[in-house]
């Protein structure tokens, strides 16, 4: 399975932009699916999890701006960006733990990273 990330591009500082982390084959189920960014220079850093009871986590940088959200008929988890800033400025990568089939163990899957960039 691959995970697709899309949805990225330039936006002007307080627009919203929404990404898209899809899988590319129907899933037995997901543990949690992960969106990090990495910033020139900066160390790649965890923005938003969700996981399979629905909870979820934000950083504290980008909450009250950013929502997780799935669509499970879909394969599909969305990272809603709003309020924008230029320190959102990334490339942003879906992570997902999930299996593939029934009896498969739980593995971990990237996706290709979208640039953000927000100017000022």
């Known amino acids: 399975v691959q995970l697709q990330a899309s949805g990225g591009g330039l936006v002007q500082a307080g627009g919203s932009l929404r990404l898209s982390c899809a899988a590319s084959?129907?899933?037995?189920?997901?543990?949690?699916v992960d969106w990090y960014r990495q910033a020139p220079g900066k160390q790649r850093e965890l923005v938003a999890r969700?996981?399979?009871?629905?909870?979820?986590y934000y950083d504290t940088s980008v909450k009250g701006r950013f929502t997780i959200s799935r669509d499970n008929a879909k394969n599909t988890v969305y990272l809603q960006m709003n309020s924008l800033k230029p320190e959102d400025t990334a490339v942003y990568y879906c992570?997902?733990?999930?299996?593939?089939?029934?009896?498969?163990?739980?593995?971990?899957?990237w996706g290709q990273g979208t640039q953000v960039t927000v100017s000022s």
């Open positions: 969700i996981i399979s009871d629905g909870s979820t």
């Open positions: 084959r129907s899933i037995f189920s997901i543990n949690a």
């Open positions: 992570n997902a733990v999930l299996k593939v089939r029934a009896w498969d163990s739980p593995e971990n899957y």
